[in-house]
């Protein structure tokens, strides 16, 4: 054998059979090392050891075959995070694995309903309300994106959760951003797993097909009037999430002025069938649109949704004050800057502005529940950096906010563990700490036994786990009385 052909690096050999793959992925650390011994830079503890990289790739033709051959050939990050691996680098391999994932979850909505998903998206965050197509979707975070495939029904709330495990992992210990922490090559393996099966080939389920085949029909036939109270009684169906960001949607659609006379005609035939069984939350933030148009010389909008509600009988949520939606945008905007990499820089400056605009006579029922939640995921903490895991700055006014927390705020917080976005933080230590000290400071402000019951449950439950306490038979009979 000539010296040139022994230098040769062989990963698959003729035989398909990786058994030389110790050796090859050897001969790779060698001429590494040497390049960055010659340049003055460090080599210890760069690469992940030759037996991890040796897992995955020896186990990495079986995972791969979730993917359709056809779609193998367009996977650009997957052949990224295949030469990464091979080298050791782990930390960007997981970093290219989000971006396949990330794509492909683009790809999913567009392939579903684009209108539909970046009309959900606005329902989330205001600061979505002028996307309008597909190259618009990489204004969308990721969890933000992650968030909205759950709430159309794309991914289900377990595959939700496994997804946003592989996000966290990624904004902690991949090459996206410094760290030192670490991924086995098993944990590599089980990622792929989890983003092939749950993102890169995933597929809606049938009721959410239906869901959006409603959506599409009543944007582009006029459906019989008849038909409605079947319609009406199918989608009542649905999990109740999806009901209220449906209605919110084709609010949206109403309330555009370029919106053709059809398709109104539509939501007007429809929206009575369902207005009923939407959350009072949903109904309050319908009717606080009208004082933020009012506000805005908005006339046309004003106008529509004051038909909206007439058409639903729901007047009484009309609100003629613009607070109320003002301070649900601002909500918004600190929810989604939370959920970003730098919020620890960012947060201050949103919490200060919620501050200014709270009213005198308290916080509007219409953004109540969205104000528990979002300074509670504030307080609590993502569990991260060098402190306390929270925006030290801005934690005044979170404290603030939650000492000012009556009985009717309590109770929007024990309801709130039904909420996975809400607990998707709950299992890192420092958060586990913090939202055990709020559950013992609102049992000072409350006798009610089952508020009590519930938050007693919150400080002695099972370590890091409380993101799963909604599932507990003790939340779940107590929750029924509040």
């Not at 933020?292 to 909206?308: C, E, H, M, P, T």
Request: with cysteine; proline share 4%.
């Amino acid at each position: 054998m000539s010296g040139q052909e022994e230098n040769q690096i062989i990963l698959i050999p003729v035989q398909s059979s990786p058994q030389k793959i110790e050796t090859s992925i050897a001969a790779f650390n060698e001429p590494l090392a040497n390049l960055l011994q010659h340049v003055g830079l460090p080599t210890e503890d760069i690469l992940s050891p030759i037996e991890e990289r040796r897992k995955v790739i020896y186990a990495l033709e079986s995972t791969i075959e979730i993917l359709p051959i056809d779609e193998r050939a367009k996977s650009t990050y997957l052949s990224k995070f295949t030469v990464a691996i091979s080298v050791g680098l782990f930390d960007g391999a997981l970093n290219f694995l989000w971006d396949e994932t990330v794509k492909s979850l683009r790809r999913l909505a567009v392939n579903f309903d684009l209108q539909y998903f970046l009309g959900v998206a606005k329902t989330l965050n205001t600061k979505y309300k002028n996307l309008v197509n597909e190259d618009d979707l990489s204004a969308i975070g990721d969890h933000d994106l992650l968030e909205i495939s759950r709430r159309i029904g794309l991914i289900n709330d377990i595959n939700h959760k496994r997804l946003e495990h592989v996000n966290y992992l990624r904004n902690h210990a991949s090459a996206a951003h410094p760290n030192e922490n670490y991924v086995s090559g098993i944990e590599m393996l089980s990622l792929l797993e989890a983003c092939l099966k749950y993102a890169i080939v995933a597929k809606p389920d049938h009721s959410v097909i239906q869901i959006q085949q409603l959506f599409d029909n009543l944007r582009t036939k006029e459906i019989p009037k008849e038909d409605f109270e079947i319609i009406g009684d199918d989608l009542r169906k649905q999990p109740q999430e999806r009901i209220d960001d449906f209605v919110l949607s084709l609010v949206g659609i109403y309330i555009d002025p370029k919106t053709e006379s059809l398709v109104k005609k539509n939501i007007d035939r429809l929206a009575p069938k369902i207005w009923d069984i939407l959350l009072e939350d949903t109904k309050l933030r319908i009717g606080a649109k009208f004082g933020l148009y009012r506000k805005n010389g908005d006339v046309d909008r004003k106008d529509a949704i004051q038909s909206f509600l007439e058409k639903v009988d729901g007047l009484k949520y009309k609100d003629e004050d613009s607070l109320a939606a003002e301070l649900l945008e601002k909500l918004q905007n600190l929810k989604t800057i939370h959920f970003e990499w730098n919020n620890f820089y960012n947060e201050r400056a949103h919490a200060k502005s919620i501050k200014d605009s709270i009213p005198a006579n308290g916080i509007p029922d219409a953004v109540r529940k969205l104000f528990v939640k979002v300074i509670t995921i504030c307080y609590v903490g993502n569990g991260l950096g060098y402190k306390e895991g929270v925006d030290e700055v801005a934690l005044p006014y979170y404290k603030e906010f939650i000492e000012g927390f009556t009985i009717t705020e309590i109770k929007d917080f024990v309801h709130l563990f039904k909420d996975p976005e809400f607990t998707s933080d709950f299992r890192a230590s420092k958060a586990d700490v913090r939202l055990r000290k709020m559950a013992n400071f609102f049992k000072a402000k409350t006798k009610d036994v089952y508020i009590n019951r519930i938050l007693d449950l919150i400080i002695s439950y099972p370590k890091n786990s409380l993101n799963s306490i909604a599932s507990h038979v003790t939340y779940r009979e107590a929750i029924k009385f509040i």
